[in-house]
């Protein structure tokens, strides 16, 4: 079953525009992170952030955590050709922390 | 650092036949995943090794679907016999000891069971 489910389900921009995806999850979680999957290729790990932990930055990227709406959002700034891509968040279950769950994605065209 | 390396990366069987994927994870991570990827849809977990021991095999079918990791080396993931619902990216993870770490990904298997 789905854990995460992003919001929008597709989202297109210019270069150089901000581009902000949403996930919401269901039940009680010790980290969250986001991964990234260009087409017909494999994911790839963009950044953990943990359920004490509110806001984490890496270049590029802002990720946000609110564990009381269990909703998480990541900022891309400054978008480039190079970002589109499918973005996923993943939790891991508080009775299960090896254990990841994927949402749904996140489909993101940027023109240049 | 090599990769996660999968192998082949398209399969084109019809229905009721076997099929079977390889997976090589980084040297040194202990945990490999099994993931099946249904087009639009997040990746969901078929099977979690340790070593050669699984963790968690809940949403694997097993009346179709095996899977081993004999030297806690590769992995192989079979489906027998396949069906069209079995139409999917088959994805292989490693990590190195799985305890909320990364996860990091093969480039998958596409799989179209006609």
């Known amino acids: 079953s789905q854990q995460g489910e992003e919001d929008p389900q597709a989202l297109s921009i210019q270069e150089g525009e901000n581009a902000t995806m949403n996930c919401s999850y269901k039940t009680s979680i010790n980290n969250l992170q986001w991964y990234r999957q260009n087409s017909g290729r494999g994911l790839v790990h963009l950044i953990l952030?943990?359920?004490?932990?509110r806001e984490k930055h890496s270049g590029r990227l802002r990720v946000t955590l609110d564990t009381s709406k269990k909703s998480s959002s990541l900022l891309i700034t400054a978008s480039r050709a190079a970002d589109t891509a499918s973005y996923f968040c993943?939790?891991?279950?508080?009775?299960?922390?090896?254990?990841?769950?994927f949402g749904t994605g996140t489909r993101l065209q940027v023109f240049p | 650092e090599a990769g996660v390396a999968q192998s082949p990366r398209y399969k084109i069987i019809e229905k009721r036949q076997s099929v079977a994927f390889w997976c090589n994870p980084i040297s040194g991570h202990a945990t490999l995943y099994w993931y099946q990827q249904i087009l639009g849809q997040g990746p969901k977990l078929l099977i979690q090794?340790?070593?050669?021991?699984?963790?968690?095999d809940s949403q694997l079918p097993k009346d179709r679907f095996s899977a081993e990791r004999l030297k806690g080396v590769d992995s192989t993931l079979k489906i027998q016999p396949a069906k069209l619902e079995d139409s999917a990216v088959y994805l292989c993870a490693s990590s190195y000891s799985g305890k909320q770490e990364t996860q990091y990904f093969g480039p998958g298997t596409r799989l179209l069971v006609l």
């Open positions: 952030i943990r359920s004490n932990e």
């Open positions: 993943a939790t891991d279950t508080f009775y299960n922390t090896d254990k990841l769950i």
């Open positions: 090794f340790q070593n050669n021991g699984v963790v968690d």
